[in-house]
């Protein structure tokens, strides 16, 4: 289970109780940015079901949530695949069965397929595009019409949808063709949903994160040496730096904040360089 955590340990969005009463869905939030979000959002009052693939992660991870919970916000699990249509609405229906209602849809899972234009076979291909962009896009449209037929959508409550885009959206990166190609299309889809969400009160944005502290990168020894080097602020992120993003952009203050893309990096993308080692 994910320990990896800022020097504090903290999630900084402030304890306001904006975010009581409050229904999320998260997919591939079993490990990682995505399980930092979930956290967050439970420890700020927020009721979460969590989404992973892998069955076991998803339940070992609403349990360690569950324990740390001090409040009445609970974390649910929800196992299973975020790119199929029918299972996002399952789980769409699942949280409205299990909370009452839906407010926020943060489309985290995702997989990375390293590659160039000449070694990216069809089967990858098709694989990082289902999951990337199919995934969030149905779970965009499944979480907004569940908004839409709730009762109460007013200005003050309304909704959130949130895409995890990358930085490699924003600049070219070695061996990921295909994987960047799916982080810009995300950008460019919050944009375009502004135009049928908005009407709803609800807000759609993107995180596009740096280089991030995870279970997979921390596997790789050089690492932090060599994004400590090239990262401007010194470091890569925590994953509570991107949940700090998260909760921002998905809080009922930033209600005016709508078809954007937050660069969470470090100030890689200022100057980005290559992770040479």
């Given at each position: 289970?994910?320990?990896?955590?800022?020097?504090?340990?903290?999630?900084?969005?402030?304890?306001?109780?904006?975010?009581?009463?409050?229904?999320?869905?998260?997919?591939?939030?079993?490990?990682?940015?995505?399980?930092?979000?979930?956290?967050?959002?439970?420890?700020?009052?927020?009721?979460?079901?969590?989404?992973?693939?892998?069955?076991?992660?998803?339940?070992?991870?609403?349990?360690?949530?569950?324990q740390?919970?001090?409040?009445?916000?609970?974390?649910?699990?929800?196992?299973?695949?975020?790119?199929?249509?029918?299972?996002?609405?399952?789980?769409?229906?699942?949280?409205?069965?299990?909370?009452?209602?839906?407010t926020?849809?943060?489309?985290?899972?995702?997989?990375?397929?390293?590659?160039?234009?000449?070694?990216?076979?069809?089967?990858?291909?098709?694989?990082?595009?289902?999951?990337?962009?199919?995934?969030?896009?149905?779970?965009?449209?499944?979480?907004?019409?569940?908004i839409?037929?709730?009762?109460?959508?007013?200005?003050?409550?309304?909704?959130?949808?949130?895409?995890?885009?990358?930085?490699?959206?924003?600049?070219?990166?070695?061996?990921?063709p295909?994987?960047?190609?799916?982080?810009?299309?995300?950008?460019?889809?919050?944009?375009?949903?502004?135009?049928?969400?908005?009407?709803?009160?609800?807000?759609?944005?993107?995180?596009?994160p740096?280089?991030?502290?995870?279970?997979?990168?921390?596997?790789?020894?050089?690492?932090?040496?060599?994004?400590?080097?090239?990262?401007?602020?010194?470091?890569?992120?925590?994953?509570?730096?991107?949940?700090?993003?998260?909760?921002?952009?998905?809080?009922?203050?930033?209600?005016?904040?709508?078809?954007?893309?937050?660069?969470?990096?470090?100030?890689?993308?200022?100057?980005?360089?290559?992770?040479?080692?």
């Open positions: 289970m994910p320990t990896n955590r800022s020097a504090s340990g903290r999630i900084n969005s402030p304890a306001d109780g904006s975010f009581q009463h409050q229904v999320a869905v998260i997919t591939g939030a079993g490990q990682g940015i995505g399980f930092a979000i979930a956290r967050a959002l439970v420890q700020q009052g927020a009721h979460v079901l969590l989404n992973d693939y892998d069955e076991a992660l998803a339940r070992k991870a609403t349990e360690t949530i569950n740390e919970s001090q409040g009445t916000a609970r974390c649910e699990a929800y196992p299973g695949d975020a790119s199929d249509v029918t299972f996002i609405q399952q789980m769409v229906n699942a949280a409205v069965e299990r909370f009452g209602k839906l926020i849809a943060i489309a985290n899972a995702g997989i990375t397929v390293f590659g160039d234009i000449f070694t990216t076979t069809p089967e990858a291909f098709q694989k990082i595009v289902d999951l990337n962009l199919r995934g969030s896009f149905f779970l965009a449209q499944a979480a907004a019409s569940q839409r037929k709730q009762s109460d959508v007013t200005p003050e409550q309304g909704g959130s949808v949130l895409f995890m885009s990358s930085v490699v959206g924003h600049q070219a990166h070695p061996g990921l295909a994987y960047s190609m799916t982080k810009a299309g995300l950008e460019m889809l919050a944009k375009q949903l502004v135009i049928d969400f908005s009407p709803l009160q609800i807000t759609v944005n993107a995180i596009a740096g280089a991030t502290l995870t279970e997979r990168t921390l596997d790789d020894p050089t690492y932090i040496p060599i994004w400590s080097r090239i990262t401007p602020m010194g470091r890569p992120a925590t994953v509570e730096d991107i949940a700090n993003a998260a909760l921002f952009l998905v809080a009922p203050a930033s209600r005016h904040i709508t078809g954007q893309s937050l660069v969470v990096d470090g100030g890689w993308t200022s100057i980005s360089p290559p992770p040479v080692s």
